[in-house]
């Protein structure tokens, strides 16, 4: 049938691409859930898929933010800093206020080498 029972690196990416691919998925807390657990794995489970972000493309790696839906990597920082104007005129989207809650796990993967995130404005 192809239903995974275990977390895994690759079943968790293809988790993500089913959840893009249909969009009718809208609750944060779903991909923060996804982005957390893969942050959990061991490193080499992190690594099992050759897919993941600057490993293979830097900042191609797509993160779902509402409502915008999904943006590559390299549209998003962690935070601003307090300078949303720059934020905006740099066409980029602060995930802090979004992923924040959600946790340190779900913030070490999007700001990870798998996603790419950068941390702030002064990584530009």
Do not use: M
């Amino acid at each position: 049938l192809g239903i995974g029972t275990e977390l895994s690196g690759p079943g968790l990416r293809k988790c993500l691409k089913v959840l893009e691919a249909r969009e009718e998925c809208h609750d944060i807390s779903v991909f923060a859930d996804v982005y957390g657990a893969l942050a959990g794995l061991p490193r080499e489970e992190q690594e099992s898929t050759g897919s993941w972000g600057v490993q293979v493309a830097p900042g191609k790696a797509r993160v779902f933010v509402p409502p915008a839906g999904f943006r590559t990597a390299d549209l998003c920082v962690w935070t601003d800093g307090g300078r949303s104007t720059l934020r905006w005129l740099c066409g980029l989207e602060a995930l802090q206020p979004v992923y924040g809650r959600f946790g340190n796990s779900c913030r070490s993967w999007l700001l990870g080498p798998h996603v790419g995130v950068l941390p702030d404005l002064s990584s530009l």
